[in-house]
């Protein structure tokens, strides 16, 4: 069974920075692709960024040159700096972890609030 455990969540002014981390424990040797999704209150979870286990990296075009997705492979980890942040960006931020044989696992997230 593979957990996710994320950290690096917080409070931060509009302009700052954040970086969140995602280390994934269990059997991991078979990952496909780690995502960041984010949940806004009242709204659907949606996908942020995307890094394959080639390294191959997607974005929403929300984030585009702000977020950077990127991943330690030799610690199972998966990181998210998040640049020039928004008050749009609140929301509880996911990991999500593929699987080549088609599983997939979630974090319990951690929350992101951008306010003055």
């Known amino acids: 069974q593979v957990q996710l455990v994320e950290s690096g969540g917080g409070l931060v002014q509009p302009g700052g920075s954040l970086r969140l981390s995602c280390a994934a424990s269990?059997?991991?040797?078979?990952?496909?692709?780690m995502s960041w999704y984010l949940q806004a209150p009242g709204k659907q979870r949606r996908s942020v960024a995307i890094i394959t286990n080639s390294g191959r990296t997607n974005y929403a075009d929300s984030v585009k040159g702000r977020f950077t997705i990127s991943r330690d492979n030799a610690k199972n980890t998966v990181y998210l700096q998040m640049n020039n942040l928004k008050p749009e960006d609140t929301a509880v931020y996911y990991c999500?972890?593929?699987?080549?044989?088609?599983?997939?696992?979630w974090g319990s997230g951690t929350l992101v609030n951008v306010s003055s």
């Open positions: 999500n972890l593929n699987t080549f044989s088609g599983r997939e696992y």
């Open positions: 269990g059997p991991t040797d078979s990952i496909s692709s």
